[in-house]
């Protein structure tokens, strides 16, 4: 397993990923068709992860199709105009360019309009159809470089290239790794490799990549919840060719009448004092690891009689509208226990206690791993 000591070669469309989080719209297109099983030389697992890890790819194109059903309650239409949960739902399309490390771009398309990301060298721009608008950031030396683990959770992978580097990163011995069924995924015969963890507490089953038998690229990404048979979220090309896309699909020419914005690069702030949590709390952490790590952080006040603090934490500038987190609070069903009191959110692979007194404790696991954590 020393192999997985290293991140996936294949880091590609990193500036994309967290602009799809905030990508609204969608298509319905349904979820993936299967196709005739073919029948393929036996390759072990430990022989697929090492495919995945020196695989070599000069440029691609294709069609990517994301589907989420993650079982979230009713109380999320609470979060008026919120793309995210948009994307936590629902069947989206995407266009993807890649050419080499420094030349990316991802169009979300929904029946409205579509979404842009487009990496040339140091130049990132995006580009939004509906409102004509467009920003450009100059990219630091270190852009290649990736984003954190944290940065990398908090953002929907784009493609089944991101979706499997960040599930390769996790593996540890608390997982099982084996050799699935093969496939066909976008007329390309692969294997799959199935990640399964060993922990009862964690929500996830199993995760399965579909990795194409002669490229060793990862065509196909699905997460199942336990107690299901249908993925909770997948991420697969429906067409893809190979060949290094023209140079042109990297230059943004902006249209007539758009709006651009130059950003400046900032420094990461990680390291700062004020921003090692996401409300700003340096106290935030982790507890346990592997497959049910929990994530405790603290609100900027407590949430007596389970109502919001007088000043809640807001999100980043742009990337959410103001939100009545009472009537949020209100929706959740009510829980205490040894550990305190608080609400509980439950979806099919990820749980989130608020409890009264100011803690936010979320994983991929089942409330009783949240309960245990808290009461530590």
Avoid: C
């Avoid at 199709?65 to 069947?91: I, K, S, W």
Wanted: aromatic content about 4%.
């Amino acid at each position: 397993m020393s192999v997985l000591r290293s991140r996936p070669v294949l880091r590609w469309l990193v500036p994309a990923t967290a602009a799809v989080a905030v990508i609204g719209g969608g298509a319905a297109i349904g979820t993936f068709a299967a196709e005739a099983e073919p029948s393929l030389p036996p390759r072990t697992a430990a022989q697929l992860l090492v495919d995945l890890q020196t695989s070599r790819l000069e440029g691609l194109s294709g069609t990517v199709v994301q589907r989420a059903d993650l079982g979230l309650p009713p109380l999320v239409g609470l979060v008026p105009g919120n793309e995210l949960t948009t994307m936590l739902t629902g069947t989206h399309t995407l266009r993807v360019w890649y050419s080499g490390p420094d030349r990316q771009r991802v169009a979300l398309l929904d029946t409205l309009g579509e979404q842009d990301v487009i990496r040339n060298g140091r130049d990132l721009w995006t580009w939004q159809s509906r409102a004509n608008t467009a920003t450009h950031r100059t990219l630091s030396g270190d852009a290649g470089a990736g984003k954190s683990a944290p940065e990398a959770a908090a953002n929907l992978p784009a493609t089944p290239q991101q979706a499997a580097d960040l599930a390769l990163s996790a593996v540890d011995p608390s997982t099982e790794v084996s050799v699935g069924r093969s496939a066909t995924v976008a007329g390309q015969d692969a294997y799959e490799l199935v990640l399964q963890p060993r922990d009862r507490d964690s929500l996830v089953h199993q995760l399965r990549i579909a990795i194409d038998a002669k490229r060793h690229v990862p065509l196909r990404f699905e997460v199942l919840a336990k107690g299901s048979d249908r993925p909770a979220f997948e991420v697969a090309f429906t067409q893809v060719d190979y060949r290094r896309p023209d140079a042109d699909q990297f230059t943004f020419n902006p249209p007539p009448g758009v709006t651009v914005t130059e950003e400046k690069a900032e420094p990461p702030a990680a390291g700062k004092p004020g921003h090692a949590g996401p409300t700003g709390d340096s106290k935030a952490r982790t507890v346990g690891s592997g497959w049910t790590t929990v994530l405790v952080a603290r609100l900027d006040g407590p949430l007596t009689g389970g109502k919001a603090p007088a000043k809640p934490t807001t999100p980043a500038a742009g990337s959410a509208p103001d939100v009545d987190v009472s009537k949020l609070l209100g929706g959740l069903p009510a829980v205490s226990g040894d550990w305190g009191s608080g609400r509980l959110f439950t979806s099919k692979l990820f749980s989130v206690l608020l409890t009264d007194d100011g803690r936010v404790l979320a994983g991929a696991v089942t409330p009783e791993r949240l309960y245990q954590a808290a009461r530590g």
